[in-house]
Each structure stands twice: as C-alpha cells, then as structure tokens.
C-alpha cells in the first residue's frame, strides 16, 4: 500500500504561484507514475498532471503551460509548481500514483488551494 502527505497550499491572489509536494511512502515501484489531482468545490476530482518514471509529462488542457510537475525518486516525493493561478484552479490538491493507468494509492487528506482577490 502507497500513503500520501501533501503540503504547501495556501490562499493567493489571481496571477500568483504555488510549490505544493507530495511525500509517498509504502510499496512504490520505480516504474510507477506519479500524478496530482484536483477536486473543485462540488465537483468531482480530475487528474491534472501526470508524470511517468522516465520522466515524461502529461497536463490537462486546463492547466498546460502554467503548472509543472517534477519528481524525486530517492526521496519519493512529486512536487508541482503551480503559477499564473486563476480562480478556477481553486481546490483541494491530492498525488496519487497510477501503476498500469489505475490510482492504487490511499488518498490523503490533500492541501486546499484558494485562488481569489
């Protein structure tokens, strides 16, 4: 089993930035992905960011261009800088890990993102 403790939420002004990371423990093997995952108040979660172990990268069309996510195998940690917030990128962040395309991890308690002047 795979466990999750995200940090580095906060409340920031449109236009502002984020690091959030993730620390994972447990069963992790070197070929699995690593992603962040976003649900907005009254909606259900989504993906956002995906990176595989070689270190290839996948974003939602929603957030391409502003947010990137990065990893450290040794220490199991996937970070995610997160810039040119906007109000909708409001939320509650969580990291998971996909292995064979399907999240296998328990779901932490997140770190709350608040984007808003």
């Known amino acids: 089993q795979v466990w999750f403790v995200e940090s580095g939420g906060g409340l920031v002004q449109p236009g502002g930035s984020l690091r959030l990371a993730c620390l994972a423990s447990?069963?992790?093997?070197?070929?699995?992905?690593m992603a962040w995952y976003r649900q907005a108040p009254g909606k259900q979660r989504e993906r956002v960011a995906l990176?595989?172990?070689?270190?290839?990268?996948v974003y939602a069309d929603s957030v391409a261009g502003r947010f990137t996510i990065s990893r450290d195998n040794a220490q199991n940690m996937v970070n995610f800088q997160i810039n040119n917030l906007k109000p909708e990128d409001t939320g509650v962040y969580y990291c998971?890990?996909?292995?064979?395309?399907?999240?296998?991890?328990?779901w932490g308690q997140g770190t709350q993102v608040t984007v808003s002047s």
């Open positions: 998971n890990i996909q292995r064979g395309g399907i999240v296998v991890g328990f």
């Open positions: 447990g069963s992790i093997f070197s070929t699995d992905a």
């Open positions: 990176i595989t172990s070689g270190g290839g990268t």
